[in-house]
Structure formats: structure tokens, C-alpha cells
């Protein structure tokens, strides 16, 4: 069967060019999707991207010239002031540096190897430097957050091989200089957001600055609440060009530097937005509109859309051939395990357990998911999207049993669609007779399909589920067919139940379990004597609502003699298991008295496999008493499973970067580890057992490994051994992004937390981002595409990104801070990293010392020694060192970190820091804790600090800036509105009060327009208790849950905010502004010399002063 993409994007293929059918020859006429533009200083050429390209066209219009095309992701242009250079960014070595090229082409050079991605915003006014953004380090007299989305701002000589310097420390995402140099004005960057949303008052929302070089003062030149980007000088610098959303959508406006609220609107669209703009020295404008170019010939003209052609043969359809031997994301084994399915890339593929001989059963480029074999192994059922729907489809062995017995080598597999209507169908599951198929319906209602008739029937309505991602819910088939073990939601508390529901539809679901626990994945066992499931009840408890609680794995024994058979000891099993095997050897010689006739055999032996399974019975009475315990170590378990005769319990549990498969072997009550398997993307797992219970199969990490289950003492070895598969794809990766496309679009709009899409016209805005749709040729193009499509909703926890396999340059870090006034060769070290690689006993580096070589590559005056750190982290480097205050020169060994490892320390050292700051300003009477995130490792230090260091203090500042969210704030909150009501006395001594785990003194919270997420319906929630003040800075609405979904392509992910928070009041939180009680902003210059005054402002607030 092929499968077609979806009716919309099928349609636009036919509208626009199309690489299925074959393109016409000759240039491509106004192409969509150009990005980046920049117009030349003299006016007379236009520098931009498409697909990943760097392209010139002259100002007023016709056919582009391909300046830069390297095989990778091209971006961000910038022309240097003579217009004979542009710098542009590219990811060449796994991460965007900053290239240089001649405008008349030619090869590049590079002039930045560090591995953090860097973007050109400008040249400097002579020209010999181009201006770049890029998270390095700040200077460290910064008390600025060290967070990798805050960048600084650099420039680096354009003759190559030259050491970066920093200009300021701010974050700077587009900025100029005046002619002078003198000043600079710019785009900021206060916090978390999809860089794309739109329309929104916020206070995270940019704003356009003036930078003043000589003083290293800053100007907040725009104060309208909403988005104002990209600014530029005018030609006689009087004026200031910039974005702004002040009209609704961004058009060009303009301002003096000197009266910014006199600003006037230039253009006049009235939808989507204006991007990238530019202006020449003869005045001409230039900048993107919905995909296409346009100049501008001063204030009072009338855009004009730019005619050009685009000639070079970039046009081709990308069709990449793979094969792959990992990246599975779902996987299921036959019945007799002589072959195992898996989908990868969202086909699927079977493949021989022995030999991995591998078979694709699946075409077209719509996802499968949910993968099963039936129960006499010739069919697969799974989940497919096509033509804009999620259906149930199955592919089946065609041709006599003993002829074609496996799918991994059948000449032919036939597929069909088995169910497709109006609603979103998927995660099928075979019955056990193989007649009907259990699946969910529109993503929470159970119903049952029965594939002969077509007929559906509901067992389970929507309201006893909600999915918060796709594949979180659970069902099971009871052996007999009769029932299905499911789980629900608790709607009163958000959690999960386990119980049962009749399969023909006629009764009621009974809850099995009624725990205020979360009860997860219950399965029947032991041929329905037993249900077995997950719970966090027993298990360690992480603090937040997204904490992952340690899990266990019980038995619920549905019969009184299944709990009397395990209650067994082993003596007494032995004797019931030696009286068992003599009644089977018994029925055995029965059989021996075969009949002569060979047809009669066989009619036996058919019926003897059409024999129904014992009936499942619960018994009611006593059954909540029957439940046991089952695994004997609590973990972060992912998937388990029970031998047939309920003997021996396997499970996976996350260990680490990895996981590890687990044994119980429930007689004898012990647990044992029994294989350790790697880790890597991907974060699905799967158990299964074969029918017999023989084997057992593991899917982790994208990678599948087979055990051998012991035998009956479960004493045996246990070798998880890799099996093999190749997946064979031929990729059009054009295809596969109109499905994603088409499945982002419509995910959003079953998902969004308010159904009516916040009243955007969401049908409208796929029309407007889908016909940019076939000029798109690349990954980072298709995720700006995406955010630019999703932030038109104008919500929180959106947009689209691109993160494929780490490959390419890893710059290692010393530990150090460099000294940016030594103008000598090599590089001197201003300050050892407490905790650092160079804090040790033994090292003989210390601050005032010059590092001269980096394993004996000399740093000559100026120049660059990223390079030689690269790729370096985990390993021995040798330093070549000089103390310029004895003239001594030694080697000093060390093992480079990460840049990860480095931010984690100068974290420690800006909370130090600040903690050091209190301190003085308050004489040692208060007390200071950062809760960096809304989650378990964030709460249990925020609890050390409080009621450990800071115990004795009068108040506590609670700082929250730069905190992203999570889900911790009824937590936090909790910790901190404690009240005293008893007093521990001995003899009258004190030894504190009750609540011994609250802080029952005043606090107060310091909040800033980087709070995200939790981090904004904490400090919501602290306010509505009236716990204390807050102080610093208005934080914008963003308290929403999101679901970030990776899509089939591995990395591609987008984000929905699927959850709403709302008030009694009906109030969301999503837009919700919170303003502090004290609102102060910090300084930008007195920031970087080390004063916070906002942390200033929260001491003089708790002191009364």
C-alpha cells in the first residue's frame, strides 16, 4: 500500500513546484523562503539565504548569484562598510561560526573555532573587525547569571587565527555601530521565549538599547511592552530604523535616539511579519516579507517586491539512502521470537532474531507507531498517519505457513487500512484470538474494532483519560479476551488508577487498585491469575509534580488460590510442582495413543489450538489484601514483565546514562542485576517476552538485546547479547517534512490548552506558512518555519527546534578566567575556578600567571587558542606556563572539562558570590538561596540552604531569576509558609519548633523577566498566599505544561503548551503578568562591575530600611 501525503500539502504540490513530478528546467522564478537578507552599503546588491545558501542579487532585482554553498547550514549575512566582504555564519564543524567570504566570491575564511554558536550582526565601522553574538564568558567581575542563553558581545579581527574580543557583556542578538564607533545600538535578550512568538506585552519581550563606548553606559530606547527588534543607524545616523509589533504585526518603523516615544510606523502590513532589515547609505530599505524580498527608497515610498531568479541548481530533491542499526522507537516479538519488529523513522521493519536479516513492511512518508504481531504471528498491526488522520493499519504474510513463516524474508506482504474515519486512531493491540483490535480513540477513549465487521464499540470514555503525550496511556487484553486491564486518570488529583472494564462494552470499569499513589501499565500474568502493575507507593519520592517517583512492581492476585500458591515456600512448592508434573506426564501418555488416521491427527491437534483459554475471575472479596510487592529494589522502572508460570519477574530500570535489566525471582524473594545496557537518544523502552517465556527482548536507547530466561530455579546466567537489524531507507526529505509539517499543524490543534486556538485562525496561518513549504531544503530552516507558524498563537512553550546528533567541534575549558588586558604572548589567567581542573593542591598555575603553550603549540600575541582545546574534554593537557613574577616556566598538567562542566562552576561561584553580597549588606543577619530550577535537585538544595546555612538568620531572600520552570511551585511554596505552633522543650531548653521542615521566618522572592514556566506560577503562588514581597522585575505570563515532541526524523522537536493553570477567579495563567511589590531593574554597566541591585533592594526591603 502506498501511503499519500496528507490532502493539503498534496494539493499545494500541485500549485507550486513539486519534486515528485519533474520540475520544469531553467531558472526558479520568485522562490519563497528567503531568509537573512542584508543590503549592501552602496545600495546596489542584496545578500541573502536560501536553503542553506548564500546568495547575492542585485538591489533591483534579477537572477541571484550562489555565493556560499558548503553542504551545510548557512546564515546571517552582514557586509563590511566598503561592501567588499561579508561575514556569515555556518555550521560547518557542528556548531554556527563565523565565516568570511568576498562579495565576488570565492573561498571562506573562518574566523571563530570556538564550539559555541556564534552569529555576525555586524562589522565594526573600520572595517577590521566583524561584531558576533555568542555565549563565552562574561568578564568576571560580571555578577551577571552564567547562563548559556545569555550571550555577550564580541568582535574578531577579519585576517583570521585572531583571539575574540569582548565589547560588553550583555546578550546582543542584532546590533550597529554609528560611524564613530562611539555608539551602538541594539537588540537585547531577557529571557526564555521562542524567538518567533508574536503579538504579545511582555515584559521578556526585546527591546531596542544605545550603548555608549566611552562611558559603557546603556539606554533603553523603547518602552511599548511589545516586541521591537533589528535596529539600524539611518544614513545621517539622526535616526534609528528598527521592528517593532507596536501596530499588531512588525512592520519598519522609526525613532530618534533622543525621542524614542515620537517613534512613527514606516510600513503598513497588516499580517504577517516584516524580518531582517537593512538600509544602504543612499537610504534604500531593504528587508523580508512572507517569505520574498523588498526594498523601500525612503520613508515615503511604497515597498516594492523584488523580482529575482534563482539559477543555480539548488533545486534538486534531496534523497538521502540510509541504513541504520539503531533508533528503533517501538518493538515487538513474534510469538515463537524467531523475529522481532521495530519501527525506525516511523517505518517499520522485522528482522530475524538470529541472522538480522531485515525486512521493511512499511512505504510512504506518513509515521507508524504502536507496532504488534497477532497472536499466530502472520500479521502486524500498527498505527499509521496518512492523509491527515491517524488509522489503524495491518500488513500480513500472504502464501501457505510452511511456505513463507516469517515476515523478515516473505516475497510479498500485503497491507491494508483497517480502520480510518474522522478521529485521530491509534496504539492497536490484537486481541487474543486475534478477531478484534483494542485501540484509543482521538488519544483517550478505549474502543474495540472488530476486523471482520468494521464495527466499533466504546469501552472506555474519554472522561476517565487524559494524554498528556502520545503513548502514555495503557491497556492490556485479559488471555481470555473478556476484559481489558486499563489505566485511568483520577481527575480530582491528576493521577493514575489501575482497573478492569468488560471488552464487549456492556459493563462498567471497576478500579483494582483506589491508591492515592499513581498506579501505572497493569498487565494480566500467569494466564490472568495475576494483574501486575507499577507503582511510586513504596518507592522513593522526588519533590515537584515533574519529579520521576521510584517505582516497584506488584502482583495482584485475582483468585484466592493464585495468593495461596505464592504464599508458598519453597518446600511446599516443590511438592505442588512434582504433583503437577506427574499429572502432566499422565495426560501426556494419554496422548501417545495417537489415531491411525493422519487426518484425525490433525484435526486434533487444530482443536487442541483452538482450545479457549480458562476463563479470568476475579474474586472481589479479599482482593485488595492480595497484592504483593513484587520487585525487590525501587527504581526509575520503565518496562517489566512476568513469566508464564509468575515465577521469575523481569524489568528495565534508567541507571545513569544507561539502564539495567533486573531478575526477581519472586520464590525466593531475591533480586539481582543481571545486565547493564548503554544508554544514548531516545528515551522509549521496551520488555516482551516470547509466548513460551524462553526468551526475553529489550528495546532501549534505539538498540534491541535478547536474553535467555533461566530455567525453573531462575539461578542461570542472564546475557543480554545486541541483536542485529538494518533499516534500509530511502529518505525524500521533502516528503517527510510536509508530513511533519502537516502533523505539527494538526498536533497543536487537538492539543493547545484552549480549544478554540486563543481565537488565532489557525486553518488560516497553515495556508500562509505551508506554500513556504516546497522551498524549504533543510533542517534549521524547516524548525524556523515551524516556530514562525506556532508563535502566531501567541503562547508560551512553543516553537520549533533542531538538534541533530552531536558531531563536529567540542571546545574543551582550563577552569580559568583569561586576562583580556595582556597584550603579550600567550594567555594570562586572572582567576582560578574554584572547583576548576586548576584547583588542586598540586597545581602550580595560579592567578598573574601566563599560559605560553597549550601541548606545545605556542599562543603567539593575539591569537586564538580555541583550536587547541578542541575536542580535549576528559583528557590530559599540558601547559606550558611562565610566572612573569620569577620568570620561571613550568609544565603543568591537567585534565581538561567541558564547557557543560565550566558553566556548572562558575554557577557555584555567581551563587558564592551572591551569598557573599548578602552577607555584607546585611551584617550576616540574612540568608540567600538560589532555586536554579523547578524540580527535585533544585528543591533539595533550596531546603539545605534554608534550613541549614541560613537557619539561624532572621529572613531569607529566595532568589528565582533565570530559573526555567519545572513543576515545584506548590513545593517551594509550602517550604516557605511555615508558622510556628509548638515549641520541643526539655527541661527549658529549646530545641526548636514545629514545622521542623518549613521556614517559618520572613522571605521574600526575587523575580525577573527570566523566570519561565514554574518559575512564573511560583512567584504567583507565593503572592496569592501573601508569604512575603516580591522584588525585582515583572515576569510575563507563562504558566502552561508543555509537551516537547521529537518528531520521526530524530530531530526535529516542537513544543505545545497543552495544560492550562487557571485561578478560582477563572483567571489563566498563561498571560498572566506578575508585578513585583518592588520593581527595580539592574543597571546593565553596574551589573558587570559587580552590583546587584536588585539583591540590594530585596536586603533593604527585609531590614525595614
Known sequence: MSFKLAGAALALALALPSFAAQAPLGPLAQPLWLRQSSISPDGTQIAFTFQGNLYVVPAAGGAARLLVANGHHTTAPVWSPDGRLLAYAADVYGNND????????????????????????????????????????????????PSPALGELYKVGIEGGRRPEQVFSEPAMAGRYNKAGTQLVYEDWKGYENAARKHHISPVARDIWLWDAASGQHRKLTNNGGENRNPVWSPDEQSIYFLSEKSGSFNVWKMQPGQPEAARQITHFTKNPVRFLSVAANGVLSFGYDGELYTMAGDTAEPRKLGLSIGADALLPKVENLRLSEGATDMAVSPDGSEFAVVVRGQVFVASTEFGNTRRITEGPGQKRSVSFSPDGRRLLYACEQDGQWSLCEAALQGDKKAVPSFFNAPRVSTRVLLKDT????QPRYSPDGKEVAYLQDRAALHVLDIASGNTRELLSADWNY????GDQWFDWAPDGKSLAVQFTDRNRWGQEAGVV???????????????????????????????????????????GGARNDLDVYGMFLTRAAFDRYQLDK?????????????????????????????????????????RPEPVVIEQQGLEDRVARLSTVSGDIRDYALTPDGEQLFYVAKAGEGFELWQVRLRDKEGRRVASLPGGRGDNVSLVLDAKGANGFVMAAGRVHKFKVPGDDGKGDVKAEPLKFAAELRID????????????????????????????DWAGYRQVYERQLPYVADGPDFAELLSEMLGELNVSHTGAGYRPAPQGDATASLGVFYDAAHKGAGVKVAEVIEGGPLDTAAAQLKAGMVIASIDGEAIPAGAEFDSLLNLKAGKQVVLEVLDPATGRRFEQTLKAISLGAERELLYKRWVRQERALVDKLSGGRLGYVHVRGMNDGSYRQTYADALGRASGKEALIVDTRFNGGGNLHDELATLLSGKKYLEFLPRGQSLGWEPTGKWTKPSAVLISESNYSDAHLFPWTYKHLGIGKLIGMPVAGTGTAVWWETMQDGATTFGIPQVGFRAQNGEFMERALITPDIVVPNDKARLDAGEDQQLEAAVKSLLGK
Open 733 to 760: 526529505h521533502a516528503a517527510e517534512r510536509a508530513q511533519m509539517f502537516d502533523h505539527a499543524w494538526r498536533q497543536t490543534r487537538e492539543k493547545l490548552y484552549v480549544a478554540d486556538m486563543g481565537g488565532v
Open 467 to 470: 494524554s498528556y503525550e502520545d
Open 502 to 544: 468488560p471488552a464487549d462494552g456492556s459493563g462498567k470499569l471497576v478500579n483494582l487498585t483506589n491508591s492515592g499513589y499513581d498506579d501505572l501499565r497493569p498487565m494480566f500474568a500467569r494466564q490472568g491469575q495475576m494483574m501486575i502493575w507499577a507503582s511510586d507507593r513504596h518507592g522513593l519520592h522526588g519533590n515537584g
Open 571 to 611: 518446600a511446599d512448592f516443590a511438592q505442588l510442582k512434582k504433583r503437577e508434573d506427574d499429572e502432566k506426564k499422565d495426560e501426556a501418555k494419554k496422548d501417545d495413543k495417537k489415531p491411525a488416521d493422519k487426518k484425525e491427527a490433525e484435526k486434533k491437534d487444530d482443536k487442541k489450538a483452538e482450545a
Open 423 to 426: 478521529h485521530q486512531n491509534f
Open 98 to 145: 563565523v565565516f568570511l567570504v568576498a562579495a565576488e566570491g570565492g573561498p571562506s575564511r573562518r574566523l571563530t573555532s570556538h564550539s559555541a554558536p556564534e552569529t555576525p550582526i555586524a562589522f565594526t565601522p573600520d572595517g577590521r573587525a566583524v561584531l558576533f553574538s555568542a555565549q563565552r564568558q562574561d568578564v568576571r567581575s560580571s555578577l551577571a547569571f
